[in-house]
């Protein structure tokens, strides 16, 4: 089997040691971020724990909620902008540093850390923020780090570059 067959080692590279295709990263972000949030949530309903006065809820969880939504949507734009696939399981075709890359070379993790935050905020659930080093571990570990090794090796000095000039998130 070859990466040209479209089959990899299960880490986006070819069983015999060629080039990686893709990241090869464990799962898609939104999933790894939205299962353990609604079975934190899920746990609440039972448990009742909330961690938020009932006076900063709203005040605290929309704009959590509305600056992940609004910073999701401009990763989208300069990913279609830039004609490269969202999708971490096709190959990229150039490396973005536009937009929200300018500031955080992981926009669209952050914005769905933000939404994390809003959603558990405004549903007051402590459950969810229990589970969110696990969360946060799983993205570092089975994501950004198979990302960033897949783009080092897919854009060499460019990519190098950049990673000394943006942060891995803020």
Known sequence: ????????????????????????????????FSVPLLLGLLANRRLGLGFVPEGL????????????????????REMRAADTPVDPYRPVS?????????YTRNPAYLALLANYLGVSVL????????????????MNRGVVEREEAYLREKFGEEYEAYLAQVPRWL
């Open 57 to 76: 809820r709203k005040p605290v969880g929309f704009p959590l909620l509305a600056g992940g939504l609004g910073l999701g949507l401009w990763f989208f």
């Open 1 to 32: 089997m070859s990466a040209s067959d479209g089959r990899t080692d299960g880490n986006g590279g070819d069983p015999r040691g060629g080039p990686r295709e893709t990241a090869g990263v464990v799962a898609p972000p939104p999933v790894i």
């Open 123 to 138: 549903k007051n659930s402590l459950p969810p923020l229990l589970l969110l080093p696990l969360v946060l571990y799983a």
């Open 94 to 102: 150039r490396l973005v540093t536009s937009g929200p890359f300018r």
